[in-house]
C-alpha cells in the first residue's frame, strides 16, 4: 500500500502527521511518536508573546527590590546566560531533527510579522524541514475592517517568505468574510500549505469567582466538517498544500479529508486523548480499510471527493444547509 | 611592566576578585557589608572562573560566621589556601577560630569591609569597631583606603601570610570603599603568580594535616608548658612587618604602585600632622593638598600595617619637623585611656623616647580623636578643624569631629562651606526611587566614563532604611585626576530628582552649586512645570543661576514599555545636558552597555531600553527661568504638630534627613526610644489606594488581615459614633449578630498605605453589576489624600471596641483588634508582617518580643520611626533586638525573668495575706487569666492591690510593688526568620524548645536570607535558586516542625496565611494559650521569591496546594487529654510541583539558566513531596490511633 504524500514539498511517507501540541515539547515523545508511524511532526508553537512577556517577567523579578536597601543590593545570584524563548525552542528542534529521520516543522504563533523574521530565521538556522505560521489574531478592534486583517496575514506571509528558504504554511482561522477568496491569495503570496483551521479556544465564565476563564476542550470527529468542506472546495484552486487539522481522530477521519483533498491530516485531541500509541493504530486501520476498499494509494483518493469531484458540488454549498435542516428530526 | 585593564568597580569585588583568584576555598556567612565579596566569589565558581593555579575555588556557605571560620580553620589545617569575608559581629563570632589560625601560624587573609557593633544600636555602616576588637588574636591587620588600595593589598596579605605564616585580616571601610564604585587598574594573573611563588604554597600545604604524615596540633597544655608555647610565635611577629614592606615593594616593581607599612603623605617639614587609617585617610590626602597649596605644614601618616605594630618603622616616618600629632581612631572603647591607634601610637612614641631615637625635637604634643562612627561623614572641613586645633597651644584631647557634642563637649567645631574640590571634578547628584532603577543607570554611567574615557570616576550611592518606597542618592565625581573624596557630594554642578513627588519633601537643592544644572521629571509641560514647583525651589534656582531641564520622564517609559523604570531615560538626559560625552557617542555607549547588561535577559528587553533611550531626547526640555517667584506652595512640614514632643524634637529631624545635625544631648543615652511613632511619619508613597465599597462588602475580614502595613482597617461601632463624620466617610449596617444595629467600616490610612494591593487581590466580594470591582477597588491617591486623611483621623477617633465582646478566633473578630504594629517599613506586599500584625492584635497589650536580626527588625526597630505602637490605655509590645544567633535564647532570659518575677509576687501576695486580706489574695492567685475578660479583671485587681500597697507601710509592700505589674499574664514572644530559626540560631533555639518554657517562637520563614540579599538558608526549597544555589539548591528544606515535634512538649504549627487564614489564626492563639513551648512555622512569601507581591497570598496558597509546605498543628495539651494532638491542616497535593514552581523566579529561573539540572531538581521535589505527604497523612493516622486506644484505656480504667 502506497501511502506516501506529498506536503509543502516534502515527500512524506504516510499523511498522518502529529500537530503543533505539548506532546512536541519532550524528545522522547517525539521519538515514540516517529516509531509509531508519524511521517512528520509539527512542534509546539513558539509564542510571540510569551517571548516578550518571558523576557519582560525575568527582568522585571530579577530586579525588584533591587539597589533599594544598603543591605540587600540584589536578590537573586548573578546568571550570565539565560535560555530564553528562542534559544530553548531553537536548541529543542535541533535535538528533535537529531533524534528523528522524519521532517520536523516549526512553529510560530503570534500576530507581528516584524518579531517573527528573526525567529523564522533561526528555526530555519536550526535545522527545521519547514515553518508552520499560526496568525492567532482576534481582531476586537472595530476600526481595522475585514481587508486590514486579511493584510495583516498576507504582509506576515511575504515577509516570511522572503526571508527563509525553507516551505511556509499558514494555520488559518475559519472566520474570513471570503474564504475562497483569502485562500487564494494567501497561495499567490507564496503560501506552500494552509492549514485548516485553527480552533480558537473559547473563554467560559466560571459563575462561582464571577471570572471569565480559559477553557480546553479537545476536538470531536464532528468538528472535522469545517475544514472538510473547505478543503473539497479549495482544492485544486490552489497550488499550495492543503492540511485538515481539526476533527482528525480514526482512520475514518483522515479518510475522508484525505478525499476532499487534504494532502495530510493533524492529530491533536485524539493523542491527547488516547496517547502515542493511537498513530500506529489509526494508521493500521487506514491501511486496512484501503486493502478492504481495494484502493492502491492516497493519491489515488486525494480529492476523489472534492467539490469539483463530486456528483452534487452543491452540496458543499447553501442548498446543503437547507437540505440538512429539513432532515433534522425534532424530538419532543 | 604590562598593559593592565582599567576597570569601574567596587571595594568588594576588588578584594573578592583577589581573593578568589588566590585561593582554593572559601567558606563564607552573608553580613552587610561584606556579603557580597563571597557572592562575587560564588558566582565567579558557579561560572568556571578560575583562580590562578588553574582551578575553580570551591566557595561554600556556612550557618554562621562561626561556623565558617570552623570549616576555613579546617580547610587550612588540611592544606588548602582558604579565605573568607566577613565583618561586624561575623567577625566578632569568628574570634574563637583566629586565636586558633593565629596560635598555629597559619597562612589565610580575612577580608574585611570594616563596620560598626551592635552596642546601643545595630548599625551596617562602616568604622573600625570590629576590626579593632579582634586586634588581640595574633592576625595582622592590614588597611586599605580605596578601592584601588582594596585590590592591591589584598594581594600584598596573601603574599605576606604566605611568607610570614602570620594570618591576615585586610581591611577597609564598610560601604564607603565596599560599596564605592571607582575607576581602578586590574591586576594581572601575572602579577598574583610573581607575588605567590609555589615555594610558599608548597610550605602552607606541606604543614596540613594528613595520615601519610601524621602528627598531632590542637593539645591542651598545662602550667608548665603552656607560656612557653605561646611565646614561640614571637619570631615570626618580629619579622612580619619587614616581610610586608617587602612583599609591598615587590608589588611596586610589578605595578608602579608603592605602598608602605606607614606612608607619609604632606609637607615635608610639616609641624602638625594626623595619623589615621581607611578611607579617611584619601579625604586627608586631599585636604593636605589643598592646605599645603595655601602654605600650611600638614602632613599625615597613613597607617597600612597596624598589626603587627612595627614602631621601627613607624618612628621611621615621622618627619623630624613634627611638634603636633592628631591620632584619628574609627572606633570607640568606652573607658579606656584612648583608642586604639592613640594607644599604640603613644606607646611608640614613648618607648622610642625611652630608648632614644625619636626623629623629632622633644615628644610631640600628641591628642586622640574619634571620627566617622557608622560611617559618620568625614569630609575636608573637618580635617582642616583637626589641623587648626592642633594649631593651639593646648589642643583638645579625646575629642570627636562630624557631631556635636553638647554633652561631654568633645566635639571639635569644623565649617561647612570648606571645600576642596576642584572645578575639574565633574559633581553629580541623583534623585530616584528604588524601584525607578536610579542607582543601576548612574552605576552604568559610571562604568560608561570610567571605561570608555579618560576621565577617572567615582559612584557612591546612599539608600533608605526603608524598603518600600526606598528613596535613593546617587553622588557621581569624574574629571582628570585620581579622586580622593571619600565623602558625600555637598556642592554639586547637576543635580536629577527623578520623582517630581520628592520635590515636596526634600530639599534637593541645597547642594547644587550656582550655576549648576537641574534635571526634573515631572509630569508637567514646559509651560506649566515652573508653578508646580514649591516656592523654595523656585527661590534657589532663581537665586543660583541656575539651568532647570525637565521630561515627562514616565510618560515616554510608560510608552516604551518601561513601566515605572525611568532610569534609562533620566541616563540619557544626563548625558544629553552634561555634555561629558558628545550626544551620539554618549548614546551610542548607553545602548552598548543596556547590550551587556540586558542581552542575557533577551532581546526584547534590550530593544525597549534602546527604544526608551531613542524616544528620550525629543521630550527633554529647557525650562525658561522666570525673574521672580511666583509659588506659593511651601514644603510640607516634617511631622505633624500633634506629635509627641520626642518625634517632633528628634525624630522628624532624622525624618527630613537632618539626623547629623542633631547634638548628643538629644539621644536617649541608653538606646531605649519610644514606640508608635510610625504614625507620624506619612510617607504618601503609594500611587493607589484601595477604597471601600460597603454595598459590595461582605464583611468578612479578610482584607484587614492581609494587609502587610495595618493600613486597612476595620471598627464596629455604636450610630452615636458617626456623629460629626465627613460627608465621605463611609459606614454600613454591621451584618452580625453579636453587634445587633451597630456600624461598620473599612478605612485605609491614606498616606501610610504602601499600594501594594495584596488587600484587593484577597477580597472575595464581587460588585453584581460590574465584576471587576470588589469591595475594596484601587483608586489613585493623590485626588482623594486630603479627602481621606480627615476620614482616616475620624475613623482613629471612633472607639475600640471593647476587646472582652471579640471572637478573637475568628477572622471578622480578630480584625476588630487595633493592630499594635502599623506602617512598617517592610516591602510593599510583604509576606511576614501580617502574622507580626495579628500577633499585636491577638496579645499586644501583654507582649514581649524579642527579635532576631533580619528584615523583621530593621522594619520593627530602624530608626527613624518603629511600627511597634500602643493602644488607648498606653499598653502595647515591648520590643527588643539582641542579636542574629541568639534571639531565642534572648527571649528565654524574658521569660526567665516573667517567670521568677511573678513567682516572688505570689510568695509576696500569700506573705502579706492578713494585710491585704485572704480573699484579695486569693483572687489575685487564682485568676483564671486564659481570656481577655479574665486579663482585664485581674489588671483591675492588681490596680486594687497597688493602691492598697501604697498605703502599707512595709518593706514587703515596697518589693510588692515593684513586681505587682507581673501578676498580670505577659506573652513571650521570639521572632526572626529562617536564617535565625534554622541556620544561625538553630542550636539555642533547639535550647530553648527543649526548656518547657512558655515561650512562643514565630519564624518568618521566607525560605531564604531576605534581609541580606537573597542567600540560601536551610529553610530554601530543594530547586530554588538562591546565592549560594545558583545551581538550584539541591537538597529539600529542613523540617523544623518535625524536629521541635520529637520532643512531644513543644506545641508545634506550620502556617500559610494565603492557604488558610482561620488555620493560621488558630494556630497562633493555641500556641498562645499552651503553657509551655510553641513554635509556629509561618510561611513568608518574599521579594526575593521574584513574585507579584501583590498576589503574595496566592503563591502562599499555591505553594500549600503543591504540598511543598503542608500545614499542620501539634497540640501536646491535646495529648493530655487523650485526643489526637496532630492535625494535617492542608490536604492533599492538588497541584503538582512544576505548577506551583513556574510561577516563582526562584524557581522558573533555573529552567532558563540550567534546564536539565532544573527538570532533574522538580522530579526530585515532587518525590519528596510525595514523600512528605505519605508520612505526615500517616503521622496524623498513627497519632489518631494511639488517641484512640488513650481512650479505650481510660473506658477500662
Known sequence: ??????????????????????????????????????????????????????????????????????????????????????????????????????????????????????????????????????????????????????????????????????????????????????????????????????????????????????????????????????????YSHIKASMAATTGVHTHIDMLKMLMAGADVTMMCSALLHHGVPHIRKTLADLEAWMTEHEYESVKQMKGSMSQRNVAEPAAFERANYMKALQSWKITV | MSERKKITIDGNEAAAFVAHKTNEVCAIYPITPSSNMGEWADAWSAVGRKNIWNTVPTVVELQSEGGASGAVHGALQSGSLTTTFTASQGLLLMIPNMYKIAGELTSTVFHVSARSLACQALSIFGDHSDVMAVRQTGFALLASSSVQETMDQALIAQAATLQSRVPFLHFFDGFRTSHEVMKIEELLDSDMLAMLPHELIDAHRKRGLTPDKPVLRGTAQNPDVYFQGRETVN?????????????????????????????????????????????????????????????????????????????????????????????????????????????????????????????????????????????????????????????????????????????????????????????????????????????????????????????????YFVYDSKKSGSITTSHLRFGPKPIRSAYLITS??????????????????????????????????????????????????????????????????????????????????????????????????????????????????????????????????EVTIPATVTSTLELAPTVSTNAPAFVQDVTSSIIAGYGDDLPVSKFPVDGTYPTATAQWEKRNIALEIPEFDPNTCIQCGKCAMVCPHATIRIKVYEEQHLEGAPATFKSCDYKGREYPGWKYSIQVAPEECTGCGVCVDICPAKNKSEVRLKAINMVPQPPIREQERANWDFFLGIPEVDRRTVKVDTIKGSQFLQPLFEFSGACSGCGETPYVKLVSQLFGDRTIIANATGCSSIYGGNLPTTPWAQDPNGRGPAWSNSLFEDNAEFGYGFRLTIDKQTEAARELLVAMTDDLGGDTVRALLDADQSTEAGIFDQRARV??????????????????????????????????????????????????????????????????????????????????????????????????????????????????????????????????????????????????????????????????????????????????????????????????????????????????????????????????????????????????EGAAATDALKVLA
Open chain 2, 235 to 459: 619570631p615570626f611577629y618580629e619579622a612580619c612587618p619587614d616581610m610586608v614592606q617587602k612583599a609591598m615593594d615587590h608589588f611596586a616593581q610589578l605595578t608602579g604602585r608603592q605602598y608602605n607599612l606607614f606612608d607619609y603623605i604632606g609637607h615635608p617639614e610639616a609641624d602638625r600632622i594626623i595619623i589615621i587609617m581607611g578611607s579617611g585617610a584619601d579625604t586627608a590626602t586631599e585636604t593636605i593638598d589643598y592646605l599645603t597649596a595655601q602654605g600650611e605644614k600638614v602632613g599625615m601618616i597613613k597607617v597600612h600595617l597596624f598589626r603587627p605594630f612595627s614602631v621601627k618603622h613607624f618612628i621611621g616616618a615621622i618627619p623630624a619637623s613634627v611638634k603636633k600629632i592628631a591620632v584619628l581612631d574609627r572606633t570607640k572603647e568606652p573607658g579606656s585611656a584612648g583608642e586604639p591607634l592613640y594607644q599604640d601610637i603613644l606607646t611608640a612614641l614613648a618607648e622610642t623616647m625611652t630608648t632614644g631615637g625619636l626623629p623629632t625635637a622633644g615628644f610631640p604634643h600628641v591628642i586622640g580623636g574619634r571620627y566617622g562612627l557608622s560611617s559618620k561623614e568625614f569630609t575636608p572641613s573637618m580635617v582642616k578643624a583637626v589641623y587648626d586645633e592642633l594649631k593651639k597651644d593646648n589642643p583638645k584631647n579625646h575629642f570627636t569631629i562630624g557631631i556635636h557634642d553638647d554633652v561631654s563637649h568633645s566635639s571639635l567645631e569644623w565649617d561647612p562651606a570648606f571645600s576642596t574640590e576642584p572645578d575639574s571634578v565633574f559633581r553629580g547628584m541623583f534623585y530616584g526611587l528604588g524601584a525607578d532603577g536610579t542607582v543601576s543607570a548612574n552605576k552604568d554611567s559610571i562604568k560608561i566614563i570610567g571605561e570608555k574615557t579618560d576621565n577617572y570616576a567615582q559612584g
Open chain 2, 943 to 1184: 490596680a486594687d492591690l497597688k493602691v492598697k500597697l501604697a498605703s502599707i507601710a512595709k518593706p514587703l509592700s515596697q518589693q510588692l510593688l515593684s513586681i505587682a505589674d507581673f501578676l498580670v499574664k505577659k506573652s513571650v514572644w521570639i521572632m526572626g526568620g529562617d536564617g535565625w530559626a534554622y541556620d544561625i540560631g538553630y542550636g539555642g533555639l533547639d535550647h530553648v524548645l527543649a526548656s518547657g518554657r512558655n515561650v512562643n517562637v514565630l519564624v518568618l520563614d521566607t525560605e531564604v536570607y531576605s534581609n541580606t540579599g537573597g542567600q540560601m538558608s536551610k529553610a530554601t526549597q530543594i530547586g530554588a535558586v538562591a546565592k549560594f544555589a545558583a545551581g538550584g539548591k539541591p537538597i529539600a528544606k529542613k523540617d523544623l516542625g518535625l524536629i521541635a515535634m520529637s520532643y512531644g512538649s513543644v506545641y508545634v504549627a506550620a502556617v500559610s496565611m494565603g492557604y488558610s487564614d482561620i488555620q493560621t489564626l488558630r494556630a497562633i492563639v493555641e500556641a498562645e494559650a499552651y503553657d509551655g513551648p510553641s513554635i509556629i512555622i509561618a510561611y513568608s512569601h518574599c521579594i526575593a521569591h521574584g513574585i507579584d507581591m501583590a498576589r503574595g497570598m496566592q503563591n502562599q496558597k499555591h505553594i500549600v496546594e503543591s504540598g511543598m509546605f503542608p500545614l499542620y498543628r501539634y497540640n501536646p495539651a491535646l495529648a493530655l487529654e487523650g485526643k489526637n494532638p496532630f492535625k494535617l491542616d492542608s490536604k492533599a497535593p492538588s497541584i503538582s510541583v512544576k505548577d506551583f514552581t513556574s510561577t516563582e523566579t526562584r524557581f522558573s529561573m533555573l529552567f532558563k539558566s540550567n534546564p536539565a539540572e532544573a527538570e532533574k531538581l522538580a522530579v526530585l521535589a515532587q518525590e519528596h513531596v510525595n514523600q512528605k505527604y505519605r508520612y505526615l497523612s500517616g503521622l496524623e493516622k498513627m497519632f489518631a
Open chain 2, 492 to 621: 554639586a554642578q547637576f543635580v536629577a530628582c527623578h520623582q517630581a513627588v520628592f520635590l515636596e519633601k526634600y530639599d534637593m537643592l541645597r547642594s547644587i552649586m550656582p550655576g549648576g544644572t537641574f534635571l526634573l521629571n515631572t509630569p508637567y509641560s514646559r509651560d506649566e512645570v515652573w508653578n508646580t514647583l514649591p516656592r523654595k525651589v523656585q527661590k534657589q534656582i532663581i537665586d543660583k543661576k541656575l539651568r532647570f531641564f525637565a521630561i515627562d520622564g514616565n510618560k515616554v517609559a510608560e510608552a516604551t514599555g518601561m513601566g515605572q523604570r525611568v532610569n534609562r531615560i533620566m541616563q540619557t538626559c544626563f548625558f544629553a545636558i552634561s555634555g561629558i560625552l558628545p550626544k551620539e557617542e554618549a548614546i551610542e555607549k548607553i545602548k552598548t552597555s543596556i547590550k551587556k547588561t540586558y542581552g542575557a535577559k533577551g532581546d526584547k528587553i534590550v530593544q525597549m531600553n534602546y527604544v526608551a533611550v531613542d524616544a528620550t531626547l525629543e521630550d527633554l526640555f
Open chain 1, 1 to 234: 500500500m502506497d501511502l506516501t504524500t506529498t506536503y509543502m514539498g516534502l515527500t512524506l511517507k504516510n499523511p498522518l502527521v502529529p500537530s503543533a501540541s505539548p506532546l512536541s515539547k519532550d524528545i522522547g515523545t517525539i521519538k515514540a511518536m516517529e516509531d509509531a508511524g508519524a511521517s512528520a511532526i509539527v512542534m509546539y508553537s513558539l509564542f510571540e508573546e510569551q517571548i516578550t512577556h518571558d523576557q519582560k517577567a525575568l527582568d522585571h523579578f530579577l530586579t525588584a527590590g533591587a539597589e533599594s536597601f544598603a543591605e540587600a543590593i540584589s536578590y537573586f545570584p548573578v546568571q550570565t546566560d539565560y535560555n530564553l524563548g528562542p534559544d530553548e525552542y531553537l536548541e529543542h528542534i535541533h535535538i528533535a531533527k537529531a533524534a528523528t529521520d522524519i521532517p520536523i516543522i516549526g512553529s510560530l504563533n503570534g500576530v507581528s510579522a516584524g518579531g517573527w523574521i528573526d525567529y523564522a530565521r533561526k528555526i530555519e538556522q536550526a535545522g527545521a524541514d519547514g515553518l508552520e505560521l499560526n496568525v492567532y489574531y482576534i481582531p476586537t478592534d472595530g476600526k481595522y475592517d475585514a481587508a486590514a486583517i486579511e493584510n495583516i496575514y498576507l504582509e506576515d506571509l511575504k515577509l516570511i517568505k522572503s526571508s527563509i528558504k525553507i516551505p511556509v504554511a499558514m494555520k488559518l482561522s475559519p472566520f474570513f468574510s471570503s474564504m475562497s477568496s483569502m485562500a487564494a491569495k494567501l497561495d499567490a503570496a507564496g503560501a506552500d500549505a494552509l492549514v485548516m483551521f485553527n480552533r480558537f479556544y473559547q473563554p467560559d465564565f466560571d459563575l462561582d469567582k464571577l471570572e471569565v476563564v480559559p477553557s480546553l476542550n479537545l476536538s470531536t470527529s464532528a468538528e472535522g466538517r469545517l475544514p472538510l468542506r473547505w478543503i473539497a472546495i479549495l
